[in-house]
């Protein structure tokens, strides 16, 4: 069994942004959750290393956002840099200056970006014309970050990066980034999501690509049941993500059948541990009973961004 805290990194880290998981390598996102969990460690007995002294991050948000603005803002300043909150709508960004322009400009001011937007082009364009690392911080197709955490959380809470998830709702932003992030390191994954509602098709080719090399199997099901049947771990997100309210209800009619409820876990093992991204819609995609039931890990895993994307900006920043 693995034991990630003393985890010897095969290969030195030679990532420079965090732009989508499909971009690192095993052994990367080991040492990731590796810092991680050393990080969290050392915050529980008061220790900040100071890993980036004197580091500014610009944090820019076209979305709204309570856990990533949160833990990346205090996850910098605890290892000794600042950040900037740049919301779109007080930045020129949202008056249209280009992206490009952006980079650039921010690129000869601070030492590293996390944004949070809608297109996954402009995230990539950050880094294709900034010299400093960009950390996506959720875009309309993937939530890496997020998944990290998640990682982790079923790494603490099962002991081992073995075993299967079960994603149940739509395939969504986090979906994706679950699916590249499970194949990755091995772990099996069965997304259940209704028709039309399936992850991305590139994404889902980047996991099974990842998978054949791990050994993770990769279930897509529009069957909830078979999904959860066995699973470790259970996941869901919201059933309509930022952007997509103004069609949220003609979309939750395909949904019924995707709800985490009880007579869905049930099916799970006897230990499963229930996972959310948060923000949760109680009563939609996942039943009060579940999301505050003793199976479920959500506030640890949303703790776990803190560390786990400390992790990220020291060893994209330092
Ligand atoms: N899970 C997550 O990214 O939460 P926020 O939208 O609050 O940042
Ligand atoms: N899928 C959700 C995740 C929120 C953290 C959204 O994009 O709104």
């Known amino acids: 069994m693995i034991d990630l805290l003393s985890y010897q990194p095969k290969q030195e880290f030679a990532q420079k942004h965090m732009l989508r998981l499909s971009d690192y390598t095993h052994d990367e996102i080991l040492q990731v959750l590796s810092l991680a969990l050393k990080l969290k460690k050392q915050l529980k007995e008061g220790l900040r290393p100071p890993l ?39 930045i020129q960004l949202g008056r249209g200056e280009p992206i490009s322009d952006t980079a650039q400009v921010l690129s000869r001011m601070v030492d590293g970006i996390m944004i949070r937007t809608f297109k ?23 939530h890496p970050c997020q998944i990290l955490a998640d990682l982790m959380t ?15 709702g739509d395939g969504n932003n986090v979906a994706n980034s679950l699916l590249v992030g499970c194949a990755k390191l091995g772990l099996d994954i069965s997304v259940a999501c209704p028709e039309g509602f399936d992850p991305d098709a590139d994404v889902l080719a980047a996991a099974k690509q990842a998978a054949a090399q791990s050994g993770s199997k990769i279930v897509i099901t529009h069957d909830a049941n078979e999904a959860a049947e066995g699973a470790d771990a259970v996941y ?17 009619k395909h949904f019924t059948d995707y709800q985490v409820n009880e007579k869905l876990t049930v099916r799970c093992k006897e230990d499963y541990i229930f996972l959310h991204c948060l923000p949760a819609h109680r009563g939609e995609e996942v039943t009060e009973t579940v999301i505050d039931g ?25």
């Open 294 to 318: 003793p199976h479920s890990v959500i506030f640890d895993e949303a703790e776990n961004r803190l560390h786990a994307q400390k992790a990220v900006m020291a060893l994209l920043m330092r």
């Open 52 to 90: 980036l002294a004197g580091k500014i991050l610009a944090m820019i948000f076209t979305k709204s956002s309570t856990r990533t603005r949160v833990s990346f803002e205090a996850g910098v300043y605890q290892l000794g840099g600042t950040a900037q909150f740049l919301s779109s709508n007080d």
């Open 154 to 168: 079923y790494y603490e809470h099962k002991g081992s990066l073995t075993g299967k998830l079960a994603f149940i």
């Open 236 to 252: 869901t997100d919201v059933w309509a993500s930022m952007g997509q309210e103004s069609d949220a209800q003609d979309k939750y």
């Open 120 to 142: 996954q082009s402009d995230v990539e364009d950050l880094a294709k014309y900034g010299s400093i690392p960009v950390i996506n911080g959720l875009t309309d197709l993937l």
